[in-house]
Structures are given as structure tokens and as C-alpha cells.
């Protein structure tokens, strides 16, 4: 599974962003996919996950109620909705595919396929 990131960007604080990862490869539909983010200086840090079937959603206590994920497996694409955004959101985004159900979706070693990530700046 190949993975592109896209959607990033610089936005006001209080905005909105959504992001896109295009998957390539037939086993898609079967892996788990999550994003994560890495800020300056800090380790990369778990923010969303979403079952294969899109039936389970996770997130990072500090974006509850903010962030969205969702999947398209037709499509080969999993989104993550960003509404009011804060400066502490400020990351460079990874999207991340896990192939096997084992493992729990919140750790970046159960993952087996990145994107290359794309930079998301909220200004305050």
C-alpha cells in the first residue's frame, strides 16, 4: 500500500482544513488507517484511527469534538475534517495505513505503510 498525503496548509485559528490520503494497491479496504502528527521539536503523536469498515473511530483527547475521519474504500481514501483549529494543532500530518486487526490502532509501531506527510500551520 502506497500512500499520499494532501490538504495541509495555513489557516487562522478557528478555521478548517481537510485532509486526503490516497491509497493505491487492492488491500485497502482491509487495513486499519489512522493519522498522526509530529509538532517542532515533539515526538509524533497519535490523532485519529478508523476501522476498516469505517464502523470505529478513534481520536486523541485533544481533538474530540474538533476533528472527523471517515474512509471511502471505493475510492481508496481516508479524510480527516479539522474544524476549529487551534495553534497547538500546528503539525506536520500523517496518514498511515495498519494491515492487521492485532495491535491497538493508537501506536505508530502497528502501523506498516506512511505517507509522506503535509504541513498544517494554524495562526493565532
Known amino acids: 500500500v502506497q500512500l499520499q498525503a494532501s490538504g495541509g496548509g495555513l489557516v487562522q485559528a478557528g478555521g478548517s482544513l481537510r485532509l486526503s490520503c490516497a491509497a493505491s494497491?487492492?488491500?485497502?479496504?482491509?487495513?486499519?488507517m489512522g493519522w498522526f502528527r509530529q509538532a517542532p521539536g515533539k515526538e509524533r503523536e497519535f490523532v485519529a484511527a478508523?476501522?476498516?469498515?469505517?464502523?470505529?473511530?478513534s481520536f486523541t483527547d485533544s481533538v474530540k469534538g474538533r476533528f472527523t475521519i471517515s474512509r471511502d474504500n471505493a475510492k481508496n481514501t481516508v479524510s480527516l475534517q479539522m474544524n476549529a483549529l487551534k495553534p497547538e494543532d500546528t503539525a506536520v500530518y500523517y496518514c498511515a495505513a495498519k494491515r492487521s486487526l492485532d495491535g491497538n490502532p493508537y501506536s505508530q509501531k502497528n502501523y506498516d505503510y506512511w505517507g509522506q506527510g503535509t504541513q498544517v500551520t494554524v495562526s493565532s
Open positions: 494497491g487492492r488491500t485497502f479496504s482491509s487495513v486499519y
Open positions: 478508523i476501522s476498516w469498515r469505517g464502523t470505529g473511530t
